[in-house]
């Protein structure tokens, strides 16, 4: 048993079976409460709630009904004018999002994430076409990359710099090649993760794409996917943003992570450098670890160090599934990590769960052994393929608490409606987490 096991042993086991955690210690969980009831047992809703402005408490709560992995079917979008107490009916997005052609938001926000130093917004959208004859049920993120483009809008959402196609400075850069590492109709981008703006001019923009191998061919070496990260670094002009693109961060696929690293997140520490989380995964290889992986960068997010083993401060390792993670500052000052965790090696993606959050250490960029916390984990009559991933997560502008919203995602016992696998279901809760101020 390493340290992490026993430490997580004990944190869980007051938390099994409440419905409230609460104590003297710097992270307080309340929940669940429910959010968002799926419609049947073979459906599970996916939520993820903003604020609409730079200021106020207007807050929009984006939501898909999904029925196949990986594929959202109906879309919708609700609207809250009182910070959440109470929501407009809901809205159905689902015809935006249909059809062989598609330009999808990269951020849950269909209008872009707000920068917190000005009052615009920035929507990046990655374009896609289904090819001839291929399933409509197979996901988005394996269609065929058709573009990439961005955009500038003011708070309220009126256009400053109308969609133009997203391309890196430098020679080597073209419409067919715009960053490194992507080349239009052989791989693709996909997903553009959440932004870090640095102040009012400068942004870093993760982005997670396949890889292509020395052929030319996209690099599978396991027969699933591989993904590597690009970093952007925007800097905005009269005209829009000028665009730098980071060389790949690919790691070994048989010693290091078998699906490559992947679901980037950004965070700021105390010196100005930026460090970037990523997820690993050791399916198929089960004799590696897994873990969540950094790397580094002290010039603003142009180079990036190698991705290596995320530990804690005093270099103690722990298991992590191949789940998304997310970093927060929160407005205390303070820098936090919520993810699922593991008592055991996880076997890829499982077990997701528990769920749990922890401060970051501003200077070193590692996590804080005693502040980790659990925020959701399974319970005695739940399933043991329960997972608490696939989270969102804001902070409440009123209270200042981490508002959590994650899908209690789970196997129905039915078959899914082509008869393939067994259907998964869930409810949407929604967790408040409570911080020492500053």
């Known amino acids: 048993m390493t340290a992490f096991s026993g430490l997580i042993l004990a944190a869980i086991a007051p938390c099994v079976g409440g419905d409230t955690r609460v104590s003297d210690d710097p992270i307080r969980v309340s929940g669940p409460a429910l959010l968002l009831e799926a419609p049947d047992d073979t459906t599970a809703l996916f939520a993820s709630c903003s604020y609409t402005r730079s200021r106020g408490t207007q807050l929009m709560l984006g939501y898909m009904h999904e029925r196949m992995s990986d594929v959202a079917d109906e879309q919708f979008v609700r609207l809250s004018d009182d910070n959440g107490r109470t929501w407009s009916e809901p809205l159905d997005e689902s015809a935006a999002a249909d059809g062989p052609h598609a330009a999808h938001p990269a951020d849950p926000a269909p209008s872009g994430h707000l920068n917190p130093f000005a009052p615009e917004r920035l929507p ?48 080597e850069f073209s419409a067919t090649h715009p960053i490194a590492g992507l080349e239009i109709g052989r791989n693709q981008v996909y997903a553009v993760h959440r932004p870090l703006f640095l102040d009012r001019e400068r942004v870093v923009v993760p982005l997670e794409l396949s890889a292509l191998d020395d052929t030319g061919a996209v690099y599978d070496p396991h027969g699933w996917d591989f993904s590597q990260v690009v970093v952007l670094v925007g800097t905005r002009r009269r005209g829009g943003y000028e665009w730098w693109s980071s060389a790949p961060l690919r790691v070994d696929a048989f010693t290091e992570s078998t699906r490559g690293m992947s679901e980037p997140t950004l965070g700021k520490l105390a010196d100005g450098s930026l460090i970037m989380l990523m997820r690993g995964s050791n399916s198929f290889r ?121 899908t209690h995602y789970h196997p129905s016992g039915k078959p899914n409606r082509r008869g393939t696998g067994e259907a998964w279901t869930g409810n949407v809760y929604r967790y408040r987490i409570a911080l020492t101020p500053q």
């Open 124 to 171: 990046i959208s990655l374009s896609r076409s289904r090819p001839e004859g291929m399933d409509p049920d197979v996901p988005q993120t394996y269609w065929t990359q058709t573009g990439m483009t961005y955009a500038v809008m003011r708070d309220d959402g009126r256009p400053l710099v109308p969609a133009q196609p997203l391309i890196a400075r430098g020679q």
């Open 286 to 406: 089960p004799e590696l670890p897994g873990r969540k992986w950094i790397s580094r960068s002290t010039d603003g997010g142009r180079t990036w160090t190698h991705p290596v083993q995320w530990t804690f401060e005093d270099g103690t390792s722990f298991y992590s599934p191949s789940s998304i993670s997310h970093l927060r500052r929160h407005s205390n000052g303070r820098l936090y990590w919520f993810g699922n965790v593991c008592r055991e090696n996880p076997d890829g993606n499982s077990p997701r769960h528990p769920l749990v959050a922890g401060e970051v250490d501003r200077r070193s960029g590692l996590l804080k052994q005693a502040t980790l916390t659990v925020v959701a984990d399974r319970s005695p009559e739940q399933s043991p393929a329960i997972q608490f991933s696939n989270f969102s997560l804001y902070e409440d502008r009123v209270t200042r608490e981490f508002v959590l919203d994650v």
